[in-house]
């Protein structure tokens, strides 16, 4: 059997016939830039991200970025976040010239923790960015605590997170800001690269809105420096078309993730430092990725590729310990629990259309792999 970690041209046939009726429309009317399509994109996002206004923008990394220049963020200015996500959650703090100032995670949701971002706040601090990371939701009540307590702006990655839930709010609506991310990989994926800013502050969708097109607020009048960070049309359209079926494809991610907690409970309850399942404990949880701790990872990964099973590491390296971050002044272990994350995580497949049998496969060769290992003890 053959089980790859996502099969994008599964869920496309299952599609083809929307996608078909709402892209041949952009083509004809050749208005690829903005306009109404990428309007229609923008309102229903908003609408279901539970924000006023959203912004479509160029990817999730400009849709991060945008929200920073929007700030006025720079040089002189900290943003804190988490060593534990996709590099371009930092890299954005670094490309406007400010310092990413890393938070550790709690250790079981693999989200930035709350105290932590307490503890790292100074004078310079402006803004914190939380990551609802693989699919759930950080712990936005206490983050948001600590931002009002000190006037920081909060910038809600949620690139992994459209659809999730806690405490009665959707991911991207408790912050300042919401980003989105419609990379082919993520829950719900254009045909290349793009993104969206919600926000429910008509002033700062103002901004946004200007910085997308060069800062220009009247056309060919610059108020501020912005840039191309436009939404194509025909994305916008693909985005539209799939939006109706995402909370179909976040409950099947959802009961995957349930199946495989049936398969693999028992072993990682009675051998939790060989075995740990992903902790859904915030709410509505979306599973962009499905990712387990394990021991001995890379050699349990390597019989899952001999078996014909698609995984991925996410992530090998916390973002504290990149060469480019080297003149933070991070060493390893400043941030453990980042730092162990990486060394025993495995995503395992968890795509909508993943068959019953495949994850009864996949939770077979784990186990299977896991009791294979050399024992230390
Ligand atoms: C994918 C992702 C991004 C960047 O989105 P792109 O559309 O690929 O630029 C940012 N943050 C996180 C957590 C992501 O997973």
Redesign the pocket.
């Known amino acids: 059997m053959n089980v790859p970690l996502l099969d994008l041209t599964a869920q496309y046939a299952s599609i083809r016939g929307d996608i078909e009726a709402a892209v041949t429309p952009v083509v004809s009317s050749q208005r690829f830039i903005l306009g109404p399509e990428v309007e229609a994109c923008e309102e229903a996002i908003a609408g279901y991200s539970g924000s006023r206004h959203g912004i479509g923008v160029s ?4 849709a ?1 970025m945008v929200t920073l220049m929007a700030e006025g963020i720079g040089p002189g200015d900290e943003v804190i976040t988490t060593p534990y ?2 590099f ?2 930092a890299g954005v703090i670094a490309r406007v010239g400010a310092t990413p100032v890393f938070a550790d995670i709690d250790p079981v949701t693999l989200n930035i923790d709350p105290a932590r971002i307490a503890a790292r706040v100074t004078a310079r601090t402006r803004a914190i960015i939380p ?1 609802h ?1 693989f699919g759930q939701m950080a712990d936005m009540d206490s983050i948001m605590e600590v931002a009002r307590s000190h006037g920081l702006v909060i910038i809600e ?1 949620a ?2 997170a459209i659809g999730a839930e806690h405490d009665g709010r959707r991911a991207g609506s408790s912050g300042h800001y919401g980003c989105f ?3 082919p990989s ?1 829950n719900l994926g254009c045909f290349g ?3 969206m800013v919600v926000t429910s502050d008509a002033t700062r969708a103002e901004r946004i809105r200007a910085l997308r097109v060069h800062g220009e607020f009247v056309q060919y009048h610059h108020r501020i420096v912005g840039g191309n960070f436009r939404l194509d049309a025909l994305h916008a359209a693909v985005v539209r078309a799939k939006l109706p079926h995402l909370d179909g494809w976040s409950e099947a991610r959802r009961a995957n993730a349930a199946r495989y907690g049936r398969l693999l409970g028992e072993f990682a309850r009675e051998h939790p430092s060989v075995l740990r399942l992903p902790a859904a404990v915030n709410g509505r949880h979306v599973f962009n990725q499905y990712v387990v701790r394990v021991a001995d990872r890379d050699l349990v990964r390597d019989r899952l590729t001999s078996a014909g099973i698609g995984t991925a590491i996410y992530y090998p390296l916390p973002l504290h310990l990149q060469k480019c971050f080297s003149g933070l002044g991070y060493a390893r272990g400043d941030l453990p629990e980042s730092e162990r994350a990486a060394e025993h995580a495995l995503a395992l497949p968890i795509y909508p259309e993943l068959g019953v049998a495949e994850i009864g496969y996949v939770a077979e060769h784990l186990l299977a792999a896991l009791a294979e290992r050399p024992r230390r003890d």
């Open positions: 990817s999730g990394t400009d991060l996500s996709f371009a959650t990551v990371i990655d690139a992994q991310s419609f990379f993520k690269d793009g993104g």
